[in-house]
């Protein structure tokens, strides 16, 4: 195997990671892990939707297969690193530079840090991977993350959460009743997300009048599964999270070999 072959061999095992990761958490809901029930609040003149009893609790497999498709992408990174600078001394000190202190480096931090991790790299290439901002706080604070998540896996499982949008449905036509528009507005369903929690025995769903219920029957709730790390990524959903990533690495990879 020679040149970046390797590399879009790991970009593609992470897709199948993700591909894998949404098929569990479809499966997953797929068991109704979450028992809802609608109660009457007779002092608050409230009909409540909420979640009674204990929340299954999220299969280990996810956690694990979300570990590997964040380590796929952090390869894919290294993978690269290493065929940008052919033939390195010493293999095991070659990966992407990424700056893991918390405050951003100087020019000359950086580079002296990409010149131990990629020796030999091109001028250019050095100049273009600075540019990124890899590191927290930066243009390329999502660099940081996959490294800082990829750290963490290899030492506890990532965390998990189930999360749910609150959101009711509404005929939008009814925004522009008695307004003077141009132009006819169609009655079509418009989904409002209002804050996302986590789940637990207890969590209110949505709560409204009665005759609110009546009026709004095809109330929908999503419910996904996100990440729980703290200064990272919390609460982002996880499979469509981690594609973006991926995106985001498959594109920066694709603009920096013709720089090597």
């Known amino acids: 195997m020679t040149g970046f072959e390797s590399v ?4 593609d095992r ?3 990671h993700i591909d894998d990761l949404e098929a569990a958490i479809i499966a997953f809901h797929r068991t109704n ?15 409540v939707v909420k979640v009674k009893g204990k929340p299954s609790p999220i299969p280990s497999a996810i956690p694990l297969i979300l570990g ?16 940008a600078v052919r ?7 070659v990966s992407f530079p990424i700056w893991r202190k918390d405050y951003v480096p100087t020019v000359e931090e950086f580079e002296s840090a990409m010149n131990r991790q990629m020796p030999r790299a ?3 290439l050095v100049q273009a991977i600075y540019a990124l901002q890899p590191y927290r706080r930066g243009n390329g604070e999502h660099l940081w993350a996959i490294d800082r998540l990829d750290i963490i896996d290899k030492h506890r ?7 749910y949008p609150k959101s009711f449905q509404f005929d939008a036509s009814g925004l522009f009743a008695g307004l003077d528009v141009p132009y006819d507005i169609p009655a079509i369903p418009w989904a409002i997300r209002i804050q996302e929690d986590a789940i637990q025995d207890g969590t209110i769903l949505f709560e409204a009048a009665p005759e609110d219920f009546e009026k709004h029957k095809d109330l929908q709730l999503t419910f996904d599964i996100a990440f729980g790390e703290p200064e990272i990524l919390e609460r982002d959903p996880v499979a469509p999270t981690l594609r973006r990533l991926l995106d985001e690495v498959d594109g920066l990879l694709k603009r920096l070999i013709p720089l090597v």
Request: no cysteine; hydrophobic share 35%.
């Open 8 to 11: 879009r061999l790991k970009l």
């Open 14 to 16: 992470a897709k199948q």
């Open 33 to 47: 892990p979450y028992p809802i029930v609608t109660e009457d609040d007779p002092q608050r003149g409230k009909r």
């Open 68 to 83: 590997d498709a964040v380590h796929a992408i952090r390869s894919s990174l290294d993978h690269f690193a290493y065929a």
């Open 87 to 93: 033939n390195p001394p010493d293999i095991t000190k």
């Open 122 to 124: 091109s001028k250019r």
């Open 157 to 163: 499982v990532l965390i998990v959460i189930g999360t």
